[in-house]
């Protein structure tokens, strides 16, 4: 062996020793949450199966508990788990968690500026006065409501133009989500058809793709070696970019777009209010399918409260106790974002006796808390008695949290409610739907899509009531 050669193995080999033994040193002084031992660099990458993120931390809450910790990289993350943690997290303790962690796949574009990735004045500032400013886009000309009620039509006449035909309800569930959006923001909705309305949509698809990607994940977790990785990661901000040239062209003689906290925040509705609201739409179709007993119930239900003669309104809802349940059901069945979106403390925290410095990202697993069996019964059965008393009145149920909650909680969780309530309740209200094959136990359940759940593929037929 040459001798040289061997120097540089032992010196290698030293230094590597070094920096294990001097960052396991660091970092066993911390009294943060345990959590496995992480690796210099990469952390506890390894720790995190490929494309199965979500998984993976729920594996390790059986072993470490319900607050532990992982390194993404150097970066601590704090995991919360199970109802009883989430709640003392987000909703007693809501003022020390209110911080938005990092999003490395959006964080460069983004730049903390919006109502969802805001931090600090800024976006408690933006929070406030949000709404209000809204209502230039067009929301005072109009209600909300009617804006879903006038999409709920034209989702009808788009449905009924299919004429029974099994179809993939897909692209018609995201047309009219993205449409309710679009007329707020814009002022008008979309014709299906229209080219830039489905590059917009294709536009938002990508995005998400990129993002639940395996790439995307690993962006996530080592962004600082992902930047020199190639991968479907690096088409998101190209795709954002996009996204804000389509909204800027359509509101370029509006001054409040000059804003670039406004212009933030409408991209914030368009991905907050179009991917969940849709996706909960075609996995709840497909649910009420697998179970016809629930589908009648609910048909008659509508008969008796609403009639064929006139589209579902939100005072509707309370006279409703069924398909309340069922909504809520589907939601917490579907469990459409079990990560939710990384919180940070904005204080140094004492937390079930450990340590968490300001600033530490913290992933409350919303996914542990709408499947907690403290709260629910058969967490993996799907059963709308969850949110039914023993009188059939609809009752809440506290792991309810499919918005996440606290200070962070969803801001368009009113009119995510609202479409939901109509869209589902219209659909019912004029057609039977029927499933192209039977579906299972096992073909209901959610996939997981790195961070993301969603249905399996089907098609369906809409066979007209009226």
């Not at 959006?106 to 903390?112: A, N, P, Y």
């Not at 793709?209 to 930047?227: A, I, T």
Request: hydrophobic share 40%; with cysteine.
């Amino acid at each position: 062996m040459d001798p040289s050669w061997a120097e540089t193995l032992l010196l290698t080999v030293i230094i590597s020793a070094f920096i294990y033994t001097t960052w396991n040193s660091i970092y066993r002084k911390r009294n943060l949450p345990p959590g496995p031992t992480p690796l210099p660099i990469v952390g506890n990458v390894l720790h995190i199966k490929r494309g199965e993120m979500v998984k993976s931390l729920m594996e390790l809450k059986e072993q470490y508990g319900s607050v532990y910790t992982v390194y993404f990289g150097h970066y601590p993350i704090v995991v919360l788990c199970g109802y009883n943690t989430v709640k003392e997290a987000l909703i007693d303790r809501a003022e020390e968690f209110s911080g938005r962690g990092r999003l490395p796949t959006v964080d460069q574009f983004i730049k903390g500026y919006g109502i969802v990735f805001g931090n600090g004045n800024r976006w408690k500032d933006l929070r406030r006065v949000s709404l209000s400013t809204l209502r230039t886009f067009g929301m005072g000309k109009k209600s909300i409501e009617e804006r879903i009620q006038e999409e709920a039509h034209f989702l009808i006449e788009e449905i009924k133009s299919q004429k029974e035909q099994f179809i993939d309800p897909t692209s018609f569930r995201i047309q009219c989500v993205s449409n309710v959006i679009c007329s707020i923001v814009f002022g008008n909705r979309f014709e299906y058809t229209n080219d830039s309305f489905q590059k917009l949509l294709t536009m938002f698809s990508v995005v998400f793709q990129d993002m639940s990607s395996v790439s995307g994940q690993l962006q996530e977790m080592l962004p600082s070696v992902m930047k020199y990785v190639p991968g479907r990661h690096h088409r998101i901000n190209k795709c954002l970019q996009k996204l804000t040239d389509f909204i800027m062209e359509r509101e370029e003689n509006n001054p409040s777009f000059d804003n670039e906290n406004m212009m933030m925040t409408i991209l914030n509705m368009f991905f907050a209010g179009t991917e969940t609201v849709s996706t909960t739409l075609r996995h709840g179709l497909m649910i009420i399918m697998k179970y016809p007993e629930i589908q009648a119930k609910l048909h008659e239900e509508i008969h008796r409260v609403i009639g064929e003669n006139r589209i579902p309104n939100i005072e509707d809802r309370p006279k409703m106790p069924y398909m309340d349940a069922v909504i809520h059901e589907i939601q917490r069945f579907s469990d459409i974002l079990p990560l939710n979106l990384p919180h940070a403390t904005i204080t140094d925290v004492n937390f079930k006796g450990y340590t968490i410095p300001k600033g530490t990202d913290v992933y409350p697993l919303l996914c542990s808390v709408l499947q907690d069996p403290t709260k629910i019964t058969r967490p993996g059965k799907f059963d709308p008695n969850n949110f039914l008393d023993n009188k059939g009145c609809f009752r809440k149920n506290d792991a309810f949290m499919p918005f996440s909650a606290g200070k962070r909680v969803c801001a368009g969780e009113g009119l995510a409610k609202m479409e939901l309530f109509v869209f589902f309740t219209v659909i019912l209200q004029n057609f039977t739907l029927i499933p192209e094959r039977e579906f299972t136990d096992k073909d209901i359940n959610p996939v997981m899509t790195g961070f993301a759940n969603v249905p399996k593929f089907y098609r369906m037929s809409f066979k007209p009531r009226i």
